[in-house]
């Protein structure tokens, strides 16, 4: 059974970069299969699609454009994860962030992690 | 950007009663679209995966049909445990988006 694991600071100051991992279990950020995603939530924008990471032969990566200038998906085959990076961080930006396996349907989660962006 | 509409916004339902969700697709996604459960304080959680296959684990009286623009999520003779706000999403296209959700409250 696949587990996803978030880590990462609740509490970033505006202008500062959001970074967020998240440590697979049960399955690998190599696989050929799967797809490797971060989604956020918050009342005002609902559960939006940030971006992705995956692995065909070589590394893909694809964001939404509401981000594209500003986000980063990294993956770490060495620890087995796979992070996030946003920078120029706004109030806006404030949201539950989750990780997401897609794999057939999006079938594993992160338990999820509330980032506020506030000095 | 592909957008979702859902229907109804809310429900209150007594248990044992049919429960019926639309998500209307602003352009056609085939069959890439999904369902999920989350409850709060709680990850979404997946139930039907590409409009009507069942994800496992998940109980049968959950089930989902439709394709191209119109889909329906279905829970036959609700439970208490069912009380949560169900959101359809699609992976036809990028970027990947999610309906604004359906709120499922048991009277």
Do not use: M
């Not at chain 1, 995956?54 to 594209?68: L, M, P, T």
């Not at chain 1, 990780?99 to 992690?113: K, M, Y």
């Not at chain 2, 119109?70 to 990028?94: G, K, P, R, V, W």
């Amino acid at each position: 059974q696949v587990q996803l694991q978030q880590s990462g600071p609740g509490l970033v100051k505006p202008s500062q970069t959001l970074s967020l991992t998240c440590a697979i279990s049960g399955d690998s950020v190599s696989s050929n299969s799967a797809t490797w995603n971060w989604v956020r939530q918050s009342p005002s924008r609902g559960l939006e699609w940030l971006g992705r990471t995956y692995y065909r032969s070589k590394w893909y990566y694809d964001y939404a454009v509401s981000v594209k200038s500003r986000i980063t998906v990294n993956p770490d085959t060495s620890k087995n994860q796979f992070s996030l990076q946003l920078n120029s961080v706004t109030p806006e930006d404030t949201a539950v962030y989750y990780c997401a396996r897609q794999n057939s349907g999006w079938d594993s989660w992160g338990q999820g992690t509330l980032v506020t962006v506030s000095s | 950007e592909i957008v979702l509409t859902q229907s109804p916004d809310f429900q209150s339902v007594t248990p044992k009663e049919k429960v019926t969700i639309t998500c209307r697709a602003s352009q056609s996604i085939g069959s890439s679209l999904h369902w999920y459960q989350q409850k709060p304080d709680q990850s979404p959680k997946l139930l039907i995966k590409y409009a009507s296959q069942s994800f496992s684990g998940v109980p049968s009286r959950f089930s989902g049909s439709g394709s191209g623009t119109d889909f329906t999520l279905t829970i036959n003779s609700l439970e208490a445990e069912d009380a949560a706000t169900y959101y359809c999403q699609q992976s036809s296209n990028l970027p990947f988006t999610f309906g604004p959700g359906t709120k499922v409250d048991i009277k």
